[in-house]
């Protein structure tokens, strides 16, 4: 179709060589839903497909650190009701961005889209760097979580101290670049979603099985929050950034614009499923690990538990695969920017398109992988990925957002909720943003760079 009332002059424009869709209305009339250009799949994948890739970001390989970084810090009542209230907020959150995926009769494929569309240049390029830095400290996370499972594999068959944890991320990064080659885009993960749920369930059953033994078999442990009173505020400030962090939900246009029509009544099914059945494991393997080991639980529970070394090395294979297969969901905007940009269609074969991803998704993970090598505090980068960006990605603008769209249609009570979350998540924010900072300084000084933690 030519270019419409539904061109924005901060978005791209619908062309003839582009897709639009009718659907009806309210009144039975057919309205034009513009969709803009772009290298990947839209439309293509079933609610259940969607829910998968968002339960697989959240019982990621991470959720086997919850338990000391969130419950540690925070302790029994903060941890639980912490990890509880921040999953009713993030899918309350989730689905205000959700209904704004056609705002304006035109389909925001992007989360920039969406901003530029309702607030202008200022907020697209914002929301853009924003968006950026979630993804890349994400992925940046990936890659260390990804080095040391396969180091705890390692250590389990020959702790010689000869390969140190620099060594494994940068074999988990070229584990990943070659995985970002084979998968063009994000709806052709298909039966890899199958294959990472597999491998979170193992490792999640393993964790949980041997967690079970070593709780029932050892002696009371210590519940109270570690540190003095000055480190404890900071710790509990940079808790909170990880509570946010297990429901990042800072590239929901992006995998909203895979579901199919109708799409935000099949996003909101998605979102259904995962904050209902998919949080389970990871609520289970948090309170579970928190319980075997108390204040001693660790940044990863396979480094906690005890057991037949077969089982162990198992569930550390496990967590490396899924960590890979991970990672490429957070990747996928920044390679559908980059495809889109250099016109990267057609078959995923062609000789041009295999080298760009070659040369592109393997320069961009291995910048990620030497970064993760140079700082591998995981903790920490989780805290600040929560206080930079997925605070105002998740919780700030989706209720300002909302506000804007919908200010006619809105009560008094209910515009004075959004802002009451508006402010509060911004405080949060900001002191998170503090806390982590802090928390990396002294981590730097406590390890050297390329440590092997």
């Known amino acids: 179709m030519s270019s419409t009332s539904l061109d924005h002059p901060l978005l791209p424009k619908v062309h003839n060589d582009e897709i639009s869709v009718l659907k009806p209305n309210m009144t039975s009339k057919l309205v034009a839903i513009g969709i803009p250009n772009t290298a990947h799949q839209v439309s293509n994948d079933s609610w259940i497909q969607v829910g998968i890739v968002l339960g697989t970001g959240i019982n990621s ?84 979580l990804g080095g040391q499972a396969l180091k705890a594999f390692y250590v389990l068959f020959r702790d010689d101290h000869l390969m140190k944890l620099p060594y ?52 009371p442990r210590d519940y109270s929050i570690p540190g003095t009173k000055s480190s404890r505020i900071w710790a509990t400030i940079g808790a909170a950034g990880n509570l946010v962090f297990a429901y990042n939900t800072g590239m929901l246009p992006e995998i909203q614009a895979t579901v199919r029509e109708p799409v935000v009544k099949n996003m909101i099914k998605a979102l259904n499923f995962q904050f209902t059945l998919g949080i389970v494991p990871m609520h289970a393997v948090t309170y579970i690990g928190y319980w075997a080991y108390g204040s001693n639980a660790s940044s990863y529970l396979l480094n906690n538990v005890s057991g037949p070394i077969w089982l162990k090395g198992t569930a550390n294979i496990a967590a490396f695969l899924q960590a890979i297969i991970a990672l490429h969901i957070f990747a996928s905007p920044m390679y559908e920017f980059l495809d889109t940009k250099y016109g990267i269609k057609g078959s995923a074969l062609a000789c041009k398109n295999l080298g760009f991803r070659i040369i592109v998704r393997g320069g961009y993970i291995a910048i990620t992988a030497f970064l993760s090598a140079l700082l591998p505090f995981l903790g920490d980068f989780m805290s600040l990925t929560g206080a930079i960006s997925t605070f105002p990605l998740t919780f700030i603008l989706p209720n300002h957002m909302y506000i804007v769209a919908n200010r006619k249609k809105l009560s008094l009570l209910q515009k004075s909720w959004h802002w009451l979350n508006i402010f509060f998540f911004g405080c949060i924010s900001v002191a998170a943003l503090v806390a982590a900072l802090k928390l990396i300084d002294v981590d730097s000084k406590t390890y050297h760079v390329f440590a092997d933690l």
């Not at 853009?128 to 260390?144: E, K, S």
């Not at 063009?184 to 059953?205: E, I, K, M, N, Q």
């Not at 393993?206 to 033994?213: D, F, T």
Request: glycine share 10%.
């Open 61 to 144: 390989a991470f959720a086997l650190g919850y338990a000391g970084i969130i419950m540690v810090p925070l302790g029994w009542f903060g941890g639980v009701v912490g990890l509880i209230l921040s999953s009713a907020i993030s899918l309350y959150a989730s689905i205000l961005i959700a209904k704004l995926h056609e705002y304006g009769g035109r389909r925001h494929i992007r989360y920039r889209d969406l901003a530029g569309f309702i607030y202008g240049q200022t907020a697209y390029s914002l929301v853009w760097a924003l968006q950026y830095a979630n993804l890349f400290l994400i992925n940046t996370g990936y890659v260390i």
């Open 168 to 219: 494994f991320i940068a074999l988990a990064g070229f584990a990943c670049v070659l995985f970002a080659i084979a998968i063009p885009h994000l709806s052709a993960l298909r039966v890899w979603l199958g294959f990472s749920t597999f491998f979170s369930l193992v490792y999640v059953f393993i964790v949980i099985a041997l967690c079970l033994k070593d709780g029932l078999e050892a002696p």
